[in-house]
């Protein structure tokens, strides 16, 4: 039950339907799906609102909202008209970018075009130094050049922003705030975005595009933010109201404006936040979390309970997002995949979709190409009757039809063709598992499965089976998971700086107190923004280190003695920065070793970036969304493909029918509104006492059981 004893509600906003979360007191579960409205993004939210039933007047705690807004502007290329401003001599950083390919042999590849065409791009004389020491003052005249060239460049644009990114400004931001006043004074109502304040690292290109998105999506945001802050007042909604962060924390929606950079995924990352929770919830603490919905599947990974981050993500390759972000990968795998040969004449599924206009050739919509989706329902593993619950029907002929031109390339069956489809898409999601877990030094054999989304369910078990791993988790009302991420998502503040120190040389000895210095304001930045002010903050800081000469670097944890156990008081660490560089040295070359199997203690190492993470827990919450009265017993049953040529009788259920401990032997399809769920014959499901479905191999069928 809530800690207050109040609604808290949590909406995931998709671009194809929006998804409503609300639990009460004693853990009564509410549930809204609408069709998502992109026009209008804040329409389809307060329909779903009024969908759940609850009083937006009555006793709410908060609302929180994981949106893919600014995702789907960048995707889109539907963003604000941005001027960047930057040293002169370096106009062309964004348009020369990296030299890596995403395909090394494809000829054919062409770079992402940068949010900012050249021709808005505005030099400045001046230049700061790698030290921050002033080489080029900007003067006067200087600056009203700039405002001018600026001023000319945004006049006939509609809702324009503005990027500035000078070198060197992470170290010395002088001249960039000096630009900022200029500008704002001269272009009121004109966003600017500063490097120094959205991304204070090294590495030019990556700091620039980041800062470039952070201007680019900022009208948009302000726009969502503004109408959807009005539309709550409006309708009387109590309690905290709050967006979801990039990092899994919230921002409060007034300030959400200030810096939408951190709102980018959004949405992906409540689907990961809960994701964890599950598997906390069941005992895990090692697990890849899956959520696979219409046009893609997102993975993640969990290592000793907690999430993993990252500090860089790229929308599209090449276009690289540096702040630190729930390190999660995407795949176009999702149940609209379609499916089609190859120039080589091999079956290929993805990563176009048929999204959800037209979407699959089952909807009925208009859709003629096979998709995942299509496979399932010729399969026999999706009831036509019962897609959304009943509210939707599946065109069986439909999807057979679309199917057939496939099945006559390949030479077999419709059936088999269908299976052949779900196969290629289980092969695509295993090598995105593959790329979370091995690339990182993980052994994905040893890790539970946690599925969700609409789609994830009904594959997960099979992954599992391929690659060997444990159990499959399946939380509750799997289609609405990233919904109940949003309920649950704690209140975070993530700050990087950079500092580049030999830890053997005498100049790393500043690292404590530097640290020290960034978890307080790290923390007092938090507090400001806390729902409750009474809250407890906790602090946990890193370095990352390299191998001098390496070019990429790791985070290493650092919490072992310089932010005391209040969490109150950031102190150095004791008893000297001797004995704190020899440690943070030693953790280096272990962390070294667990991911790359080998590590160089005969080389020096070099500090990069220091960074600090404050965070305020949110309110214990338990759910209980299933009556749990048992009642499975029926025995109904359908004919389902489970291989190629192999159709079984297996058993269906309704999930919300089961309860507690109750155990169902493949095969068997559970369904529910927003999800369905395929137990493979030689599995067995167990209804844990969180209410999650754990699948295990028969032989391990005793470690499901809760």
Known sequence: ????????????????????????????????????????????????????????????????????????ALIQRRGAPTVLVTTAGFEDILYIQRIDRQGLYDLQWVKAEPYVPRNRVVGVAERILADGSIRTPITGEELARVTESVRRLTAQATKPAV??????????????????????????????????EVAPIWREYERSNTTVVDAYVKPIVADFAGSLAAELAHKGVGGWHGLLRSNGGQVAIPDAPGRPVEIVLSGLAAGMIAGAHFARAVDTGKAVTLDMGGTSADVGVITGGELQFSGLFEVEFGLPLALPILDVTTIGAGGGSIASIDSGGLLKVGPESAGADPGPACYGLGGEQPTVTDANVLMGRLDPAYFLGGEMGLDVDRARRATRPLADRLGLTVEDTADAVVSVSIENMDGAMRLVTVDRGLDYREFDLVAYGGAGPLHAAEIARRMGMNRVVVPPNPGLVSAYGTVIADQRVDRRITLVRRLDHVESEDLPAALARLATDTAGELRSQLRRREASVEVATYVACRYVGQNFEQEIRTDFGHVDRSFELAVAILPDAADFVDQLADRYHATHMASYGYEMRDQPIQSVYLGATALSAAPDLLIRPYSGQGGSSTHVTRRVLAAAGCWVDARIVKRDALGVGEVLDGPAVIEEADSTTWVPPGFTAVVHQSQCLIIARNGHAEEARP
């Open 1 to 72: 039950m809530t800690a207050t004893g109040s609604w808290r509600l949590g909406v995931d906003t998709g671009g194809t339907f929006t998804d409503l979360v609300a639990v009460g007191p004693g853990g009564d579960v509410r549930l809204a799906k609408v069709a998502s409205t992109p026009a209008d993004p804040a329409g389809a939210t307060f329909e779903a609102f009024e969908r759940s039933g609850v009083e937006p007047g009555g006793d709410v705690d908060s609302f929180i909202l994981g949106t893919t807004i600014a995702t789907n």
């Open 163 to 196: 990027a500035v990114s000078l070198l060197f400004s992470y170290v010395n931001p002088a001249h960039e705030q000096a630009l900022a006043e200029a500008l704002s004074a001269a272009l009121p109502g004109v966003p600017v975005s500063l490097s120094s």
